[in-house]
Nanobody, 124 residues
Framework: QVQLVESGGGLVQAGGSLRLSCAAS????????MGWFRQAPGNEREFVAA????????YYTDSMKCRSTISRDNAKNTVYLQMNSLKAEDTAVYYC?????????????????WGQGTQVTVSS
């Protein structure tokens, strides 16, 4: 059974930083591209960042490109999202996703596996 478990969310002041983690189990982690998405209340889920299976290639949505870094540790079956200079508009539930196809975890399709999400709240 595949599980993606996010952690690291919380309440932070504007300008602060958070590091999200997503621990994967039940799949050959290094075979999967990984992505982060977010969904704010009343909005659709949107792509945030993605990383190729070996971590060589990364993608970001424009609003997070200069403020976040996605990385992975295949030995630990974990993907990370470091977010800096957080803004109130970054408030959302953040989800981890996995798929064999990097284009899918970039938002061009629906990823095969999803975590349950972790809440990020940025106070202004």
């Amino acid at each position: 059974q595949v599980q993606l478990v996010e952690s690291g969310g919380g309440l932070v002041q504007a300008g602060g930083s958070l590091r999200l983690s997503c621990a994967a189990s039940g799949l050959m982690f290094s075979a999967y591209a990984m992505g982060w998405f977010r969904q704010a209340p009343g909005n659709e889920r949107e792509f945030v960042a993605a990383i190729s299976r070996l971590g060589v290639t990364t993608y970001y949505t424009d609003s997070m490109k200069c403020r976040s870094t996605i990385s992975r540790d295949n030995a630990k079956n974990t993907v990370y999202l470091q977010m800096n200079s957080l803004k109130a508009e970054d408030t959302a539930v953040y989800y981890c996703a996995a798929d064999l196809n990097i284009d899918v975890v970039r938002g061009r399709g629906r990823s095969r596996y999803w975590g349950q999400g972790t809440q990020v709240t940025v106070s202004s």
